[in-house]
Every structure is written in C-alpha cells, then in structure tokens.
C-alpha cells in the first residue's frame, strides 16, 4: 500500500466527519480504530468509520485533494460520501477477513499474502476460475 497516498474520511455514528491523508491506508485506519493518540480529535469523538478513500500516485496531489475537500462546505462532503457509499458502510469492517467468491466462481487456489507492516485489506489472496452456469 506505500506506493500510493490516499485522502480518506473517517465518521462517527453522528456523522462527525475527519478528512486525513496517509501513504499506508489500512495501517493508518487502524491506528484511529485503536486510538493510539487518547487526546486526538479522533479518539476523543470516536471517529474511526472509513466511509470514502481516493488513491492518489503522489503524495502532492493527495495533500492537494486534502485541503481542497476540508475547503468544502459539510453538505458538499456528506454528498461525496453518499455518492460512493449511500449506506456510509464502515469500507474497513472486512479488512483481514476470507474473500469469499461470488456466483459462478470457483475457487481453485489460496496463498497467504503480506506487505512490509503485515497490514493488508484481504489477507489472502485466491486464484479464482471463472465458471459458467448452466
């Protein structure tokens, strides 16, 4: 995940929003859900809800991104969060969790993946075939 940068807003279930930017996504995320700084903004209003990402391949452009999304107005940010994830969906809840395949998938293989913080979004990656239904 260190080869791009990402802007993110996190939320509570108030909808409290926090804008930030990261070149390690799922490490960062899990840092908010575990509130290694008590005293931030974050952890003081249980703001730890990944409900927007965008992937950025510089860390300029993301800051970029950054300050212009915080230049919005409250509604236009709830707009951009709706536009993508209409039920703002936790989009971390399943980091770590099995892939599970869908209809007409097979799965035909598993291997255990890792990154340098042995953080990863799946931990695991399958090699799928493709099936046709009948």
């Given amino acids: 995940m260190g080869d791009y940068a990402y802007v993110y807003i996190l939320a509570n279930g108030y909808k409290k929003l926090y804008i930030g930017v990261t070149t390690t996504l799922a490490a960062r995320i899990r840092q908010h859900k575990d509130c290694v700084n008590p005293q931030s903004h974050t952890a003081r209003y249980n703001i ?7 992937i950025f391949t510089t860390v300029t452009a993301a800051i970029a991104r950054e300050k212009q999304l915080k230049g919005w107005l409250r509604i236009r940010k709830v707009e951009l969060i709706i ?11 399943d980091w770590g969790q099995p892939i599970l395949p869908g209809p007409g998938v097979e799965v035909v293989g598993q291997q255990r993946t890792t990154t340098k913080t042995g953080i990863l979004p ?7 075939r493709m099936t046709t239904e009948t």
């Fill in 122 to 128: 799946h931990s695991a990656a399958l090699r799928v």
């Fill in 83 to 93: 536009s993508t994830n209409p039920g703002w969906r936790d989009l971390s809840a």
């Fill in 48 to 54: 730890d809800q990944l409900v927007h990402f965008e």
